[in-house]
């Protein structure tokens, strides 16, 4: 049995890939930002955006198979409206929040472990939340320099690309409008489910020669109309 933290794992894509592990029979630790009650030793407090809740996972004793980076700020703001506290939080989330994970947990990590971040179509085409966009092409510099340099420890390190996901926040705050937008903007006339990205995270953490790679879970909107 392996044993893989899963930051994010009350999210929509959380959920499916902590669901998928578990039917595999491997153990999840939930990594959450919600304050755990009792002494629960299938959850870990770990909040991306509080450099104190990052160092404590020092402390952390458990060795690990793996970590999955699914935890998520969605785009908020336009390049009008957006303030250094909305600019920051999104780094901090997406980029410096797993950056210190890794180097907090590195010590945790087996030999052949795998991680694998979340990074998403804005990283390509842009979002109307600049900060969003950079975030996400930051991932995947992020991830691709961390397979380089963890390559030396034996871990490697992987991405997947999302467009819109169903059923999400995200897609739960659009307009009808907008969500027929993305789907008319795939070439397959349907958008990712969060158990299509499970399905590839998991790839991504078992397959042992697959490193530095990003993987596009869009229906192929790069070439739709
Ligand atoms: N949804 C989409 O359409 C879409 C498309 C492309 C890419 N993505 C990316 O996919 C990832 C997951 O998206 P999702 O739709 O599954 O997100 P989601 O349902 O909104 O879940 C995000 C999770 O992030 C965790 N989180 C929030 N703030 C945190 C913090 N400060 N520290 C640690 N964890 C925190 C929350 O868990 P707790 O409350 O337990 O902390 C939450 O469950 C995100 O990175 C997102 O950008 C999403």
Same mark, same amino acid.
């Given at each position: 049995?392996?044993?893989?933290?899963?930051?994010?794992?009350?999210?929509?894509?959380?959920?499916?890939?902590?669901?998928?592990?578990?039917?595999?029979?491997?153990?999840?630790?939930?990594?959450?930002?919600?304050?755990?009650?009792?002494?629960?030793?299938?959850?870990?407090?770990?909040?991306?955006?509080?450099?104190?809740?990052?160092?404590? &996972? =020092?402390?952390?004793?458990?060795? !690990?198979?793996?970590?999955?980076?699914? @935890?998520?700020?969605?785009?908020?703001? %336009? $390049?009008?409206?957006?303030?250094?506290?909305?600019?920051?939080?999104?780094?901090?989330?997406?980029?410096?929040?797993? &950056? =210190?994970?890794?180097?907090?947990? !590195?010590?945790?990590?087996?030999?052949? @472990?795998?991680?694998?971040?979340?990074? %998403? $179509?804005?990283?390509?085409?842009?979002?109307?939340?600049?900060?969003?966009?950079?975030?996400?092409?930051?991932?995947?510099?992020?991830?691709?320099?961390?397979?380089?340099?963890?390559?030396?420890?034996?871990?490697?390190?992987?991405?997947?690309?999302?467009?819109?996901?169903?059923?999400?926040?995200?897609?739960?705050?659009?307009?009808?409008?907008?969500?027929?937008?993305?789907?008319?903007?795939?070439?397959?006339?349907?958008?990712?489910?969060?158990?299509?990205?499970?399905?590839?995270?998991?790839?991504?953490?078992?397959?042992?020669?697959?490193?530095?790679?990003?993987?596009?879970?869009?229906?192929?909107?790069?070439?739709?109309?």
């Amino acid at each position: 049995m392996k044993t893989y933290l899963v930051v994010g794992a009350s999210g929509s894509i959380g959920i499916k890939t902590s669901e998928l592990i578990r039917t595999n029979n491997h153990r999840v630790i939930k990594g959450t930002s919600k304050k755990i009650e009792g002494n629960r030793t299938d959850s870990l407090y770990l909040d991306l955006t509080d450099y104190n809740s990052i160092t404590k &996972l =020092n402390e952390f004793g458990t060795p !690990l198979d793996g970590i999955v980076f699914a @935890a998520g700020y969605e785009p908020k703001q %336009s $390049i009008i409206e957006m303030s250094m506290e909305h600019q920051n939080k999104m780094i901090q989330i997406h980029v410096t929040g797993p &950056l =210190n994970t890794v180097k907090a947990l !590195l010590k945790n990590l087996k030999e052949d @472990a795998a991680i694998v971040f979340v990074s %998403s $179509i804005a990283a390509n085409k842009g979002s109307y939340d600049p900060m969003y966009a950079t975030a996400k092409g930051a991932v995947i510099s992020l991830s691709r320099t961390l397979a380089v340099e963890l390559s030396k420890h034996k871990i490697r390190v992987n991405c997947i690309s999302p467009g819109l996901v169903e059923g999400s926040p995200v897609f739960n705050g659009m307009t009808t409008d907008f969500r027929e937008k993305h789907i008319n903007n795939t070439l397959n006339k349907r958008l990712a489910k969060p158990d299509d990205c499970a399905a590839a995270i998991n790839f991504l953490l078992t397959q042992e020669h697959i490193t530095g790679q990003v993987i596009h879970i869009n229906g192929g909107q790069y070439f739709g109309a």
